[in-house]
């Protein structure tokens, strides 16, 4: 349960894994302006994907399953705005260097 | 003809974000600040006076404040767990009869202590009202008051909002999956604003639809239960929702009967062990119907409304009477009736959730202010690239439309800043509190409008982003100053989160110093062909580049 330490490793791991799928499907995209190319589609994509389904189950473990699907969801939403908005802050910083 | 619609909802919802993208802009930013309400009440509220009175006691408390005042009996308030605002043991709240039924901010607040001599007291307290009225602007698109007309304003931008949309998405359908993610950094200023605008609109669509149909449904629920009433309960339906909530008597209870808080609270605890209760809420206890809300929160679960969700317990045999609003105990219709809410306030996943939610409600903000940076780019009048020719005046439409969104917007951020501020330096000094905190926002808000127009939006973007750094970091450090200098009568609360507060404070002075900072550098020394540059351009000299800057001083 959130609140226990059992709970609260695995609402963080939970974080940790939506945090890493997003970041593999935003680096596997085109538009990705992290790194000089994208990442192999097909593989990161397949990473993505496993991190993403893992995710919710690691907050399952903290929660019932429609609030760890929620988090989950709304969680994944706000990375995937984040992460091409650091793109783009990248690209303005090495533009102003 | 695909392109031809594709314009239809393209001017659809260039429209609905005209009428509601400023309205919008103070909903989700005064919104986003309302997910962390119960912190920023708490940083609010002055410390107590007194101690609370033990929950052992709570029992004798409330029968002898029942018989000196017999109107708390409507509904009165235990709390089971002391904070920076929550400092009486037991406290009710008396409506003004004239005010509207959702308006929380007349009410008068009274709460029960026990003197030296343990006799029971009745004070009339002045809770802050902060965070409610922050809560308010949210949920009432920056109007003042929580009323019917309020409400229906809302409903309308609303169904606007879902319009917008959902016209959005059909605008964006053919480039969908080949832009997904693109945020174009470089010179062409339109495609930046526009990837901007997308890359929050198409990602965040569910939380955004999710918003904008519950939001419609609270704006307009007196008349969808009006409507189910005559439909569906034939005009009976308060009296059939009563028939199931408690049972019914004949003679009105005495209160000394009733079971004490400990054993209520026990009841609950035994039906639902990780649920954990925070206040209960008694209700019309001397009728026939009476009834306890034992209201709490349970971390595994979501919570059916903002404060967390509530067993219904019979005051007087301790038999729990409903389960419906029981987070973690609800079955599966009201889950989903409860998802709606708990998906509208963020009440699941703990504090991560929160933040997500505060985070999502800024950059909610950012969506309709970057839709009005796009309005105003796409009817840009450009010089020529080469530099020749006159620089092109711009559009009045779009001068005015600057003017608007940064008064409006910024308005609004300076507005809560300077409010949220005024808590801590007006207590004591000001008899309505309450009244003060509206007066600055509103002077603040509609003199920055004023301000914008006068000064046109660029300068005023500039200056009103100064502001806003400035009221914001004035919030940590008036608590710095408060822990300094205690004999400013003003407090410094050391737990987490009044605290986070602050610091969340200092974290979007830094932000808005940021944006201020770009955005002079937009206005001063950007391209002088925009409603965002001050610059006076000097007549162009055939093939030279664009004209240098004459007037940054005047700025």
């Given amino acids: ?97 | 003809m695909r392109s031809e619609i594709i314009r239809i909802y393209k001017i659809v919802h260039t429209w609905t974000g005209i009428l509601a993208g400023m309205a919008l802009f103070i909903a989700f930013y005064a919104g986003a600040i309302t997910a962390f309400k119960e912190p920023l009440a708490r940083w609010a509220s002055p410390p107590a006076a007194t101690s609370m009175v033990p929950l052992e006691d709570a029992q004798s408390l409330i029968t002898r404040t029942l018989t000196a005042h017999p109107e708390a009996a409507r509904e009165l308030r235990v709390n089971l767990r002391p904070s920076e605002q929550v400092t009486a043991r037991v406290e009710w709240e008396i409506h003004d009869e004239d005010a509207d039924e959702h308006d929380r901010l007349s009410a008068r607040h009274y709460v029960a202590t026990v003197d030296e001599e343990g006799a029971v007291r009745v004070d009339e307290a002045h809770p802050s009202r902060l965070a409610e009225l922050i809560d308010v602007l949210h949920r009432v698109v920056g109007l003042p008051v929580d009323g019917d007309l309020s409400r229906s304003i809302m409903g309308v931008i609303a169904t606007l909002y879902a319009l917008a949309l959902v016209s959005g998405v059909i605008v964006l359908l053919p480039s969908l999956v080949k832009d997904f993610f693109a945020l174009r950094v470089g010179n062409n200023l339109k495609r930046m604003w526009l990837d901007a605008h997308n890359v929050v609109g198409v990602v965040s669509l569910p939380f955004h639809l999710v918003m904008a149909v519950t939001a419609a449904v609270f704006a307009f629920h007196d008349g969808i239960y009006f409507v189910q009433d005559k439909m569906i309960h034939d005009g009976k339906r308060s009296a059939a929702f009563q028939a199931r909530s408690a049972p019914s008597g004949g003679e009105p209870r005495d209160p000394a009967a009733m079971l004490p808080p400990t054993e209520l609270v026990a009841r609950v605890e035994a039906l639902s062990p990780t649920f954990e209760p925070t206040m209960l809420q008694y209700v019309q206890v001397t009728g026939p119907r009476a009834a306890v809300r034992v209201w709490g929160h349970d971390a595994r679960s979501l919570s059916p409304r903002a404060q967390g969700g509530f067993a219904m317990v019979d005051p007087y045999s301790g038999r729990v009477v409903s389960t419906d609003y029981l987070p973690g105990r609800q079955d599966a219709p009201q889950t989903l009736l409860s998802s709606f809410f708990a998906l509208h306030f963020g009440t699941y996943g703990g504090h991560p959730a929160k933040w997500v939610y505060f985070l999502l409600g800024l950059l909610g903000a950012w969506l309709f202010y970057s839709g009005n940076l796009l309005w105003i780019e796409t009817r840009r009048r450009k010089a020529s690239r080469r530099g020749q020719g006159e620089i092109p005046a711009q559009r009045r439409d779009t001068s005015l439309m600057a003017s608007a969104t940064v008064g409006v917007c910024l308005g609004s951020i300076c507005g809560i800043s300077l409010t949220i501020v005024a808590a801590k330096w007006l207590h004591g000094h000001v008899a309505d509190l309450s009244a003060w905190h509206r007066y600055l926002y509103y002077a603040m808000f509609f003199g920055a409008i004023g301000w914008a127009f006068v000064r046109g939006g660029a300068r005023a973007a500039v200056n009103l982003l100064w502001l806003a750094a400035a009221l914001t970091v004035a919030i940590p450090l008036t608590t710095l100053l408060a822990w300094l200098f205690p004999s400013l009568g003003m407090w410094a609360h050391t737990s987490a989160a009044p605290l986070g507060v602050d610091a969340t404070a200092l974290a979007g002075a830094l932000g808005f110093a940021c944006l201020a900072r770009a955005t002079s550098r937009r206005v001063y020394e950007g391209p002088t062909d925009s409603v965002w540059s001050v610059r006076r351009p000097l007549p162009a000299v055939a093939g030279a580049e664009a004209a240098p800057d004459v007037e940054r001083a005047t700025g």
């Fill in chain 1, 1 to 97: 349960m959130i609140g226990s330490p059992g709970g609260n490793t695995n609402v963080a791991l939970g974080l940790g894994l939506v945090v890493a799928g997003a970041a593999s499907l935003y680096l596997a995209s085109p538009h990705q302006r992290w790194l000089a190319a994208p990442l192999p589609a097909r593989p990161a994509r397949a990473v993505a994907l496993a991190l993403l389904v893992a995710s919710p189950i690691a907050f399952s473990r903290a929660m019932q399953m429609v609030p760890a699907v929620f988090t989950f969801v709304a969680s994944l939403m706000l990375l995937l705005v984040l992460l091409p908005y650091v793109g783009g802050a990248l690209v303005a910083l090495r533009r102003r260097r």
